[in-house]
């Protein structure tokens, strides 16, 4: 099983990025999904996660209302939309599956699979 992410890169404050997600090897479209993030000399912190269905989303307080996450259970991918980038959003990107549960709150030590990461950097 392999969680490519991809779409990180640097962007000023104020701007945007797409990130994605790829899943291969098998399929979690029964599985909640999520994103995390990790800067340096800090611990990894929760961003988003999204239900098998999609319809159910939620965000850590940071991101609210400027993070949007989505899903294509076709295409096994799960996608991050960062609007209104702060510098403090700098971070190592990492896309995660815990395949035991359907619905969020994704927790950390839950995780079954993680991806191998994509470096965001906001300047100001």
């Known amino acids: 099983v392999q969680l490519q992410a991809s779409g990180g890169g640097l962007v000023q404050a104020g701007g945007s990025l797409r990130l994605s997600c790829a899943v291969s090897?098998?399929?979690?479209?029964?599985?909640?999904m999520g994103w995390f993030r990790q800067a340096p000399g800090k611990e990894r912190e929760f961003v988003a996660a999204?239900?098998?269905?999609?319809?159910?989303?939620n965000y850590a307080n940071s991101v609210k209302g400027r993070f949007t996450i989505s899903r294509d259970n076709v295409k096994n991918t799960v996608y991050l939309q960062m609007n209104s980038l702060k510098p403090e959003d700098s971070a190592v990107y990492l896309c995660?599956?815990?395949?035991?549960?359907?619905?969020?709150?994704?927790?950390?030590?839950?995780?079954?699979?993680w991806g191998q990461g994509t470096q965001v950097t906001v300047s100001s």
């Open positions: 995660a599956v815990d395949q035991h549960k359907d619905y969020p709150p994704l927790s950390s030590r839950a995780v079954d699979f």
């Open positions: 999204i239900s098998w269905s999609g319809y159910t989303t």
């Open positions: 090897g098998r399929t979690f479209s029964t599985s909640v």
